[in-house]
């Protein structure tokens, strides 16, 4: 008789698949992302570059949380049309063209936190790597609110600072960690209702994540969640 061996962890359908998490890989694909949004570089090829380094922050958060192939196809077709548009608005340009590339882009980090944490909760243990998968979703809700704050400021008509009427990417960069830590420097701020309705929203979240999801995960690393210990 066929003896049929239990489920792996990361299993999806028939197929064995076991979760590589290599959460590393993300957080430097993030800090390369960073650096150069940060530098504040100028030119039409700079969304194109953008767009490629999140597609990889992507496809590396889906293969460090093992998710299944039709996963990895939604993703696929997300990080091709992104190219598409930016390679697009390299040669038309245009503010709608643009506006609709950041919201391909908020799209390429907001799928990223979901499949880390559903990988997460899936492994049901706490160590270093879960430590590291949370900090890659911290560091991805800040890309994903500066995303937000850059669409909204392309879409309307009236300057998004109340400092600075010509903001970049690195300044929509800046004011989103700036805000997701409550460091609060003042030197730029919401000019507008929604703009600082925004604000307010991701610094609450930036908060609360803070102190409940990291801090817990760091004071349980070694506990397995859902198995009991039998007592002695």
Same mark, same amino acid.
């Given at each position: 008789?066929?003896?049929?061996?239990?489920?792996?962890?990361?299993?999806?359908?028939?197929?064995?698949?076991?979760?590589?998490?290599?959460?590393?890989?993300?957080?430097?694909?993030?800090?390369?992302?960073?650096?150069?949004?940060?530098?504040?570089?100028?030119?039409?090829?700079?969304?194109?570059?953008?767009?490629?380094?999140?597609?990889?922050?992507?496809?590396?958060?889906?293969?460090?949380?093992?998710?299944?192939?039709?996963?990895?196809?939604?993703?696929?077709?997300?990080?091709?049309?992104?190219?598409?548009?930016?390679?697009?608005?390299?040669?038309?340009?245009?503010?709608?063209?643009?506006?609709? /590339?950041?919201? #391909?882009?908020?799209? +390429?980090?907001?799928?990223?936190? @979901? !499949?880390?944490?559903? &990988?997460?909760?899936? %492994? $049901?243990?706490?160590?270093?790597?879960?430590?590291?998968?949370?900090?890659?979703?911290?560091?991805?809700?800040?890309?994903?609110?500066?995303?937000?704050?850059?669409?909204?400021?392309?879409?309307?008509?009236?300057?998004?600072?109340?400092?600075?009427?010509?903001?970049?990417?690195?300044?929509?960069?800046?004011?989103?960690?700036?805000?997701?830590?409550?460091?609060?420097?003042?030197?730029?701020?919401?000019?507008?209702?929604?703009?600082?309705?925004?604000?307010? /929203?991701?610094? #609450?979240?930036?908060? +609360?994540?803070?102190?409940?999801? @990291? !801090?817990?995960?760091? &004071?349980?690393?070694? %506990? $397995?969640?859902?198995?009991?210990?039998?007592?002695?």
């Amino acid at each position: 008789m066929e003896t049929v061996s239990a489920p792996q962890e990361g299993e999806t359908g028939t197929r064995t698949r076991v979760p590589a998490y290599r959460f590393g890989i993300v957080l430097l694909l993030l800090l390369a992302t960073f650096i150069f949004l940060a530098a504040g570089p100028i030119g039409d090829w700079v969304p194109l570059v953008a767009v490629v380094l999140q597609g990889a922050t992507l496809l590396a958060a889906f293969s460090a949380s093992g998710v299944g192939h039709r996963l990895w196809r939604v993703a696929l077709v997300i990080v091709l049309t992104a190219l598409v548009s930016a390679t697009v608005a390299i040669f038309v340009g245009g503010k709608e063209i643009n506006a609709a /590339l950041f919201v #391909l882009n908020l799209l +390429l980090v907001g799928a990223a936190p @979901i !499949a880390i944490v559903n &990988s997460l909760v899936r %492994r $049901r243990v706490i160590d270093v790597r879960t430590v590291l998968g949370a900090v890659c979703v911290y560091v991805l809700i800040g890309m994903m609110w500066s995303f937000a704050f850059t669409a909204v400021g392309t879409l309307d008509s009236q300057p998004f600072f109340a400092q600075q009427s010509h903001a970049t990417v690195a300044d929509y960069l800046y004011f989103s960690f700036v805000t997701l830590t409550t460091t609060g420097y003042g030197d730029l701020t919401a000019a507008h209702g929604l703009g600082r309705a925004m604000a307010v /929203l991701e610094a #609450l979240i930036g908060q +609360l994540y803070l102190v409940t999801v @990291i !801090a817990v995960l760091v &004071s349980n690393i070694g %506990r $397995r969640g859902g198995v009991r210990q039998p007592q002695s």
